[in-house]
């Protein structure tokens, strides 16, 4: 069984920092996709950032370009976000989320796994 717990979100001011961190357990298998989604009051659910895990190859959207780093740490079964230069439009509630292959990396469809949130809130 695939566990994924997030951690780390919390309310900053514009411009501020943060570092999501997706604790996961339940599988060994490194041909793993493994992403950030976010989705905003009212709004439909987002890809922020994917890796590949088997690579290391990272995946963006547009959005969040040059701001959000995604990154894994495979001796501590941990996905992190660093997430810089934050704005308001940030505003969310982001998930951590797995699945076993990586065809369309930040597609929500794509994902199998979820954890239960952490919500990040950005003033300005």
């Known amino acids: 069984q695939v566990q994924l717990v997030e951690s780390g979100g919390g309310s900053v001011q514009a411009g501020g920092s943060l570092r999501l961190s997706c604790a996961t357990s339940?599988?060994?298998?490194?041909?793993?996709?493994m992403a950030w989604f976010r989705q905003p009051p009212g709004k439909e659910r987002e890809g922020v950032a994917a890796?590949?895990?088997?690579?290391?190859?990272?995946y963006n959207a547009d959005s969040v370009k040059g701001r959000f780093t995604i990154s894994r740490d495979n001796g501590k079964n941990m996905l992190y976000l660093q997430m810089n230069s934050l704005k308001p439009e940030d505003t969310a509630m982001y998930f951590c989320?797995?699945?076993?292959?990586?065809?369309?990396?930040?597609?929500?469809?794509?994902?199998?796994?979820w954890g239960q949130g952490t919500q990040v809130t950005v003033s300005s």
């Open positions: 339940g599988y060994t298998d490194i041909n793993y996709c």
């Open positions: 890796i590949y895990v088997a690579t290391g190859r990272a």
């Open positions: 989320a797995a699945n076993p292959r990586c065809h369309t990396p930040l597609s929500s469809e794509e994902y199998a796994y």
